[in-house]
Structures are given as C-alpha cells and as structure tokens.
C-alpha cells in the first residue's frame, strides 16, 4: 500500500482551478439567467428575477470533493461521495458538470457556453433541478432536503462492499438533528475484513439558516471528546487561507485514508486482533460562504449565517449589489478556468479520475447496475399444511424466518435482515441458523449469537435500521428491515424520503432499479397483549398509501401461506417500497399453498368455505377482511351468521394486497371493473373489517361504484394493556360488531334477524362485564376457535 503523497505545486494549481470553477458553476446556478461566462459586463436582465439556493455549505463540499477526486486519481480507490448538508446541491452538480458526467447523462446541457447557460437556468426553476442533490444529481445515493441521515446512508452502502470507501459530510446543523445524533454508533457495526469504510468529515462552519450550531461554538476540545468516545480518530483542519488550507486538507485526507488502508489491510491479511477499530473522521473548520463577499452594505456576510442562502438579494434592482456579484464571479478568474467554447481546460479537466472512478460516475452511486437477483429457495418447501381452513394455528413469521435463514445461506454476501433488538421476538430468530449478530465492540461469554462475523443488523435504532437498508439497497444488494408495528413510525419520514426517491428515479432513465425496500411489521396494534396503548398504532400504513402507486405496495397476509408468497414477491421486486403488515402470535391458518399462490396472485378473492353466497346471484351482504385479527374476526362473524341466519346469504372477501382496491388508472395493482363488480357488486352493502384506520379504505375505494357502501371497522385509537378480542371489542371491530353492521346494511333480512341483534349485543355486554370482572385473569393469548367467544370464555 502506497502512501499519499502531499500535493506538489502542480497538484495544488490543479486543486484550486477546480475548486474555483466549482464555486463559480454554484454562484452561477444561483444567480444567473444570461451571460454565463461574464463575457460582458452584468446587467439586471442576466439575472434571474427569483434567487434560489444555498451558498454558505458549498464552498466546503467542492474543497472536500476536489480533494477526494485527486485520491481516487492517485491511489483507484472506488468512492461515493454523500453531501449531508441540506443544500448543497449547486456544489454537486457544479462537481458533476466539471467531470462530465452531467453532460453525458443530460447531453442538452453540453460543456460550453450554451451547455453552461442551461444549467445555470434549469436550477431552481420550474420543471428544472431542486437545489439540493437529489436523485437527479449524478453520483448520488443521498438526498439532503430532509436532515439526518447522511451517515446511516453511508454506512449501509460499505456494508458488505469491502472496496468502497463512502465520504460522509456531516453538516453542522444536520449534527444537531436525531437521526445524525444516533448514528455515529456505525463504526461498532462495520467489519473491515469484509466491508467498506466510511470517512466522516464534519464540515463546522459555524452558522445554520438563522443563527449559530451547537458543535461549532462548543470548546474544540469537547467536540474532540465527544467524537472520541463515539470511537473516531479525530482529524482536523481549520482556517481560511489559501493554498494553505489546500496543504492542510490534503495532509488530513492522506492521514485518514492511509489508516484506513492500514485497518483493512491488516484485517483482510489476518493480522486484526479482532478489536473494534479506530476509523478516522476529519473535522473541517472554514467559514460559512467562504471566499464569498465579506460584507454587504455594511453587514458581515462571509462566516455568519447570513450566507446560508443567497448572500446578495435584490441584484437586479441594486446597482450596487449587482456590481458586488460581478465582482464575486470575476474572484474566480472565469477566463483561467473555461476556454473560448466555454468547455473547462486542461488544469481543471486533469483533477478528474477517468471513467467510472468519478464519484459523480460510480456504479454503487447507481446501484441497479450492480444488483444481481437473489438466489431465492423455493417459498413452498417452508408451508404450513392446511388440510381445511381454520383448523390449525402457527406463528406465520416463524416460517418467513426460515425462509430468510436459507436466503442468507444461499446469498452470503448481498442480503441482510435490518431489525431494532427484535429478531427473535419478531420469531426471525432461524436466520441465526446461519450468521449471528453483527457486532465490533467487545462480547462476553453471556452474549447470545453476537460476534464480528455476524450479518443480522441489530441496534435500537429504527433511524439506523431504515437507513442502512437504504443504503445497502440503494448500492444494489438485497434485505428487509423489521419492527414493531407502532415504532415503525419513528422512522416514517425516511419511507417517505425514500418513497419519494424511488418515484423520482422512475423519470430518469439513467439509473436503473434498485432492490426493493422491504419493511415487516410485527408485534401490530391488535396484538400488543402485555405492551399496552404505546405499542398499538398502524400509523405506517396510512404514510405508505400516501406514496405514489408506481412506488407503494402494502400487503396484508393473513396466514403464513401468503406470508411466503408475499415474501417471495418482495424480495424479487424493484424500486418499490414494500410494506407487509402481519403479527407474529400463534393464528389460524386458512389456505394451503396452492390457495395462497393463488390468491396472492389476484391480491384479492372470495372465500367460499367461509360465507353462505352460492354465485348464482348478489349476497345480501359483503364481509370483506385486510389483516389477520381481523380478518379471524370476519369468519368468525361469518359462521356467527352462517349458524343463526342460515337464510342470509353472505359472501366473505379478503384482500391481501391492499393497492387492488384501488382504480386501475390510480395504482398499477389496482384491480379492474370486472373483477371488482366480481367480489363486491355493484350495489350490495359492504361491512369491511380493516387492520389499520378506517379511512385508508374509503381513500382507496374512492371512485369505485357506489363508494358509500362501503362501512369499515378498522382501529380508531382504542386500545391498553389487554387481550386481542378485546381490543376489537374496544375498536368496534369484534365478529359482534360486524354481524350487527351486517344485519343493519344487508339488503333483505330473513326471520331471526332481530334475536340475533339482541344476542350480539348480549355478548358484547358480557364481554364488558367479564374484563370488569376479570381483568387480571385475562389470558395473554386468547382461544381464537370460531363460535362464541362467552362460551369459550
């Protein structure tokens, strides 16, 4: 392993036109409508009448990238670069433009004087880019409009990626943020016998958009401390002078990636003592709109949080502003850096790594190029016999647990589960079959399936489970992420983030997919028996569905059966985001494996051993089911009516994938007339028993044929410490209520309809008089056998 030398005047000359072409493409993206070049003096109609965009981040994110591309070119070493702070997307686009990839992935945008005036005008424009890096930059894998999870990003890209160092800039008001926060912890988690590295850089400027950082104004020595005990090798670098800074941060970088290089050679050569490492982190201190205007009107600007956005307003209507600017851009000495077509030359062009060493070029920056399908076992060698519906119980994600215990052994290297402490409580726990937990910090001889080599992701984190995922997915390997329902919502902003991503992606189509994000909910909101009202929301559901329908899928299996086929699915898909919703407690299971294909594969269908309806004609009702308590409810309430109103007829539907309720032209999944009218009529009331809030149904079926006939029972924010019978007592969705709604909306009522009201609400009196009575003799699981719940009690 070669050391990195430090730069020689020529290097630096090389460093710094970059550098400055850069700062002079950012202020330019802001700025300017016309003139790109400052051919001619600036006037007010060169200036775009709305200034958008961000400044003060941007000259620090070029620096570290100018210095990071003379790495790659020096030493091949494969990179991604991640811009943590919100808005520094000018920067890397300025950075891809200079390398030219912007050009050839959007060729309007050419490397001359035209090419230039169109990426000056495309930002922050209507129908152009965003002004911060988003998917439509090149060479990126990390969106900044949400703070937070830069570092979680990039660790999950290293995971499993041994050659890939990820650069990982820390904003210092992203610092501040939770997510950031919680996610130095990374380095207990990466194994550099077989992973990547990441290098941290916190770019402390000082200023967020309207006043001062918390790291930046502490004593330098507490921030030393604190990155210390986080286990880091603090580096740093401060100041403003020039080519000082150059030397300073070239000096830091060769220090940080020579240890590196020294951990994973060591590591990899068999020489490691096993001990977690001290990776480096570099901590840089330059000011905030560095090398900006130091004053406007008086006011200091440069270091101060006044040039977080746009430092000079007012440009076209302000002489003196104007003629502030016109100076700023000429500080760059445009005429040094770009030729007489506009193209940049020689000096600046030399920086650049060749081909797809440019971070704005990386294949792991553009993960589907990478990805290779799982080698996936068979889903139907793990079924459960189903000799008739109803008849057995099993904790269904015990068996997705086998099947992600072979996935790991037949996919070493490109899948992993991402799960908050909760894998065997999630009954996932055969995965530890195969690999243990991963984990860099010491282990004792009470620990349990930990150890350095282990590849299942446990941390109490959500933020850094659905991050590393994210990453790991988005650098084109496989996995899911697993939680309790209710938490779930800790993280929901970044399936958001990532939802949107994926949509945008599908407008490019330069990038090709990714693997799926696949997310597992357990522990739901129906069946938290001992956790209580704190554990019971389906909140991720109603965020999923709010997700465009080329990106969102929601499934809700009912037995382990279309578990596994769901799974199977899933874990084949591209660029969605996947959520699967079902409880890991023993439940019926209602279909063998041939149903449940079957089933799965329309996402929705009538089961005809549960109702009464013959399909020569309309039922008089509809019981329709999405979830597993709920849906045990709806057959129960089925041959509630099926013994005491034999007369009624009833028909029992169940949807597994949610999005098939929705008009075709709404959701790809969406089912069409024909085969809606199939299941629920046209006319025919429908009494819909749902696992999460109500209104998801009514948002989904909006449109569909008399929409209004649809009432559903779903959880309305009922719950405690309690059993799951009583909690769809609580929420109004037991087998009584359903019977009841389906006596009240049935289109015609054979004789016995009112004794079988009064004997409904018989039942849910004394089901209210037994918790009375017996709450803490409740059982923590309940006998879920069909019939009347007072008679089992």
Known sequence: MRALAAPDDTEIARLDAWWRASNFLTIGQIYLRGNPLLREPLTPEHIKPRLLGHWGTSPGLSLIYAHVSRLIRYTGQQAVYLAGPGHGGPALVAAGYLEGTYSEIYPEVSQDEAGMLRLFRQFSSPGGIPSHVSVTTPGSIHEGGELGYVLVHAFGAVMDNPDLLAIAVVGDGEAETGPLEGSWKGVSFINPARDGAVLPILHLNGAKIAGPTVLARKDPAEVRALLHGHGYDVIEVTGEDLPGMHHRFAAALAEAWGKIRAIQVAARDGEWDGERPRWPMIILRSPKGWTGPAKVDGIQVTGTWRSHQVPLSGVRDNPEHLAILQEWLRSYRPEELFDASGAPVELVRALAPEGDLRMSASPHANGGKLTEDLDLPDFRDYAVDVPSPAAGRAES??????????????????????????????????????????????????????????????????????????????????????????????SASQTVQHGKWLQESRHLPWRAKVPSLNVLLTSTAWRNDHNGFSHQGPGLIQVVLTQRGDVARVYLPPDANTLLSV????????????????????????????????????????????????????????????????????????????????????????????????????????????????????????????????????????????????????????????????????????????????????????????????WCEQQLAKHEAYVVEHMEDMPEVRDWALGDWAEQG
């Open 397 to 490: 994600t015990r068996k997705l647990g086998e099947l992600m215990r072979d996935i790991y052994r037949r996919n070493p290297y490109s899948f992993r589960l991402f799960c908050p402490d909760e894998t065997n409580s999630n009954r996932l726990g055969d995965v530890f079959e195969v690999t243990d937990r991963g984990f860099m910090e010491h282990v004792t001889d009470q620990d349990v399936k930990i150890s350095r080599d282990g590849r299942v992701m446990e941390v109490l984190s959500e933020h850094n489970c659905h991050g590393w995922l994210e990453g790991y997915t988005l650098t084109g390997r496989h996995g899911m992420f697993a939680t309790y329902e209710a938490f779930a919502m800790v």
């Open 567 to 758: 799974a199977d699915h899933c874990f084949r898909s591209r660029s969605y985001i996947n959520l699967i919703v079902i409880d890991k407690q023993p439940q019926l299971q209602f279909l063998s494996m041939d149903a449940a294909e079957e089933h799965c594969a329309r996402g929705a269908g009538i089961w005809d051993w549960a109702g009464t309806d013959d399909g020569t004609s309309d039922p008089d009702i509809v019981l329709a089911c999405a979830g597993d308590v709920v849906t045990m409810e709806t057959v129960a309430a089925a041959q509630i009516l099926k013994e005491k109103l034999p007369a009624l007829k009833v028909r029992v539907v169940n949807v597994v994938d949610l999005m098939t309720l929705v008009r075709p032209k709404d959701h790809p999944h969406g089912m069409g007339e024909t085969l809606f009218t199939e299941l629920f009529t046209d006319t025919v009331d429908v009494v819909f028993a749902f696992h999460g809030y109500p209104g998801a149904i009514h948002q989904l079926v909006h449109g569909r044929p008399d929409a209004d006939r649809f009432r559903v029972r779903g959880f309305i924010e009922q719950g405690t410490t309690t059993t799951p019978f009583d909690m769809t007592v609580r929420n109004k969705a037991s087998r009584y209520h359903l019977v009841l709604d389906a006596i009240n909306n049935a289109r015609r009522l054979p004789r016995g309809a009112t004794e079988l009201k009064a």
